[in-house]
Structures are given as structure tokens and as C-alpha cells.
T-cell receptor, first 116, second 112 residues
Framework: DSGVTQTPKHLITATGQRVTLRCSPR?????VYWYQQSLDQGLQFLIQ???????AKGNILERFSAQQFPDLHSELNLSSLELGDSALYFC???????????????FGPGTRLTVL | AQSVTQPDIHITVSEGASLELRCNYS??????LFWYVQSPGQGLQLLLK??????LVQGIKGFEAEFKRSQSSFNLRKPSVHWSDAAEYFC??????????FGAGTRLTVKP
């Protein structure tokens, strides 16, 4: 158990809909990262927040957005969903943000999103 | 930006046999290297990491990895594989450029 929690575990929705994925980081971690894992794209970094502020952006679509709240939990919002958005979405957390490519990330169990 | 190549998509080894998973990276500066393992239906768990110092790194579950700068490699090894090691393994490279890239993963099957 990494200490990172994600809800829900599974989500099934229809094209065009909007969903929200939730992540609670490990106690004491200030950084939250979101990743998308799909069969064709592999594991892709989406976005990072540190102590409530966006710090780094990866291959995140404009239809997707995220935020980190004062209690440090984070939400990833996916809108106008398409079939291709079906994937596993992981949240990870780490202690700090500076040069996060050097920081050890702890991953949650993921949310499996199925878009029908 | 950095990149990672895991040349082997799928590897099968017999239980008790030795294992080596390959990882090659491309990065112009000092790399920060990681190996993660993902069991079915689970998130990624850190096995080991290399930042600096001794190029042979020991990790959890009996795994080790060796950083070879001249070959741009960070191969993962285990002397004797257990059935519970069957999983997907990801190599990742990070750096001070505020980015991290994961390889495509290597799926390990362990034969009884």
C-alpha cells in the first residue's frame, strides 16, 4: 500500500460525458501527478500540482483539467469524453516539486475509465 | 527531452532462473533512473532508483540494477526469479529539467 488513494476504482460512462477522478496523496506529500495509461500510448504524464499550484504539464488534452485543493487532494476532470479516453488513470505523489524528475513518486491503484 | 527504450516487450523465464530486463535511456545531462513494477490491477511500485554514487543499486524484492553511463543503460537483474515476480516492469528516466519519461514496459511471465 503506497498511501495514495484514488476514487472511484472503476468508472463507466458514455461519450460526451464529463467525469471527475479523485486522488488523495500520501501524508506529507505536497506534489500530485496525474498519468494516463493506455495500451497504445503507454504511461503518459498529464499534469503536476505542487501545494495547490500547477507546476508541470505533459500531454494533457484541453478537454482535461485538474486542480489541487488546500487539503492537498487533487481532482482530474475529463470532459467531452471520447472512446479513446478509455484508460487507466493514475495519481502519484511525492514530497517536493523542485526538479520533480528526481523525486520518488508513489502511485495510487488507479481509476479504470471505460467510455462506451 | 529524455527518452527511454525497453527493447523487450515480453520475457518468459522459468522459476528459479536469473532475470535481466533491459533499459536504455537518452538524456543529455545527469539522469535519475527508476525501475517500477506493476502487478495486474495495481499501481506502480518503486523497485529501486539511481541518482548518483555506486552504479550498482540494490532494491526491494531482491532486485538490483546497474547504471552504465557508457552504454546509456540501466538494466534490472534478479538472480533467482519467483512466481510472484510475474508483472509488468517499467524503467523511467528523470532529470533536473522537470520531466520524467517512462518506457513502454516489459511484461514478465514466470514458468513453473
Amino acid at each position: 500500500d503506497s498511501g495514495v488513494t484514488q476514487t472511484p476504482k472503476h468508472l463507466i460512462t458514455a461519450t460526451g460525458q464529463r467525469v471527475t477522478l479523485r486522488c488523495s496523496p500520501r501524508s506529507g506529500d505536497l506534489s500530485v501527478y496525474w498519468y494516463q495509461q493506455s495500451l497504445d500510448q503507454g504511461l503518459q504524464f498529464l499534469i503536476q500540482y505542487y501545494n495547490g499550484e500547477e507546476r508541470a504539464k505533459g500531454n494533457i488534452l484541453e478537454r482535461f483539467s485538474a486542480q489541487q485543493f488546500p487539503d492537498l487532494h487533487s481532482e482530474l476532470n475529463l470532459s467531452s469524453l471520447e472512446l479513446g479516453d478509455s484508460a487507466l488513470y493514475f495519481c502519484a505523489s511525492s514530497v517536493q516539486a523542485a526538479s520533480w524528475g528526481t523525486d520518488t513518486q508513489y502511485f495510487g491503484p488507479g481509476t479504470r475509465l471505460t467510455v462506451l | 527531452a529524455q527518452s527511454v527504450t525497453q527493447p523487450d516487450i515480453h520475457i518468459t523465464v522459468s522459476e528459479g532462473a536469473s532475470l535481466e530486463l533491459r533499459c536504455n535511456y537518452s538524456y543529455g545531462a545527469t539522469p535519475y533512473l527508476f525501475w517500477y513494477v506493476q502487478s495486474p490491477g495495481q499501481g506502480l511500485q518503486l523497485l529501486l532508483k539511481y541518482f548518483s554514487g555506486d552504479t550498482l543499486v540494490q532494491g526491494i524484492k531482491g532486485f538490483e540494477a546497474e547504471f552504465k553511463r557508457s552504454q546509456s543503460s540501466f538494466n534490472l537483474r534478479k538472480p533467482s526469479v519467483h512466481w510472484s515476480d510475474a508483472a509488468e516492469y517499467f524503467c523511467a528516466v528523470g532529470g533536473n529539467n522537470n520531466d520524467m519519461r517512462f518506457g513502454a514496459g516489459t511484461r514478465l511471465t514466470v514458468k513453473p
